[in-house]
């Protein structure tokens, strides 16, 4: 994935991990594999194989797509952005992802550096990310806390229960890394499921 910044600039470059093409090269055998097993049940004509090779071709088609999305350039044009509205937009995105609750805290008049359409589109991935990894039915909250320092604000995605996601599902993984470069490609920075109890961690730049 790269960042087109501005016509007639060079294209800021950003390495693809290797982690994440091994959980793709990883989930597209399994899912082959249950393609061929459902082609062979319903060659056998045993049971009815058409639910689960449905399934399958569609978790197929949502894995490309977060591919192509992790290979695909990106025009990133960053402006000063309220946090609070960051915020909203999170809280909206995991909402819709069926999640029980979602409150978040606010900070009137902070201000970060972001692109709110590239943003929207990394909180679409990490809320799905999240909810497949069974914060669907707790109760969230989004903490934006400025960093000491001053350069940096984080927005934590705590959940009520204690119980962080141990491991992604591939889905998961690639939907969060996909997150994770377009955050990245704005000038922050992703930390997914970083402690128990805690979904993600996105941290935006300060606007000066």
Do not use: K
Not at 137 to 157: C, H, K, T, W, Y
């Amino acid at each position: 994935m790269r960042a087109e910044l501005d016509e007639g600039t060079d294209e800021q470059l950003v390495a693809v991990r290797r982690d994440v093409l091994n959980d793709v090269e990883h989930a597209v055998g399994n899912l082959l594999q249950r393609l061929h097993h459902a082609a062979r049940a319903a060659t056998a004509g045993v049971g009815s194989p058409g639910e689960r090779l449905q399934g399958t071709l569609d978790d197929l088609e949502r894995l490309l797509e977060l591919l192509f999305d992790y290979v695909s350039p990106v025009a990133v044009q960053v402006r000063p952005t309220s946090a609070d509205r960051i915020a909203e937009s999170l809280a909206a995105q995991l909402r819709a992802q069926g999640t029980r609750e979602v409150a978040h805290g606010a900070a009137p008049g902070l201000q970060v550096l972001a692109d709110p359409r590239v943003l929207s589109r990394s909180f679409l991935l990490l809320a799905q990310a999240c909810v497949r990894e069974g914060d669907g039915n707790a109760a969230l909250s989004i903490e934006i806390v400025p960093d000491p320092a001053g350069d940096r604000v984080q927005f934590l995605v705590q959940s009520a229960s204690e119980a962080a996601a141990a491991a992604a599902t591939p889905h998961g993984s690639l939907a969060a890394a996909v997150a994770g470069r377009l955050i990245e490609l704005q000038g922050g920075e992703l930390h997914a499921w970083p402690h128990p109890g805690c979904a993600c961690a996105v941290a935006l730049p300060v606007a000066n």
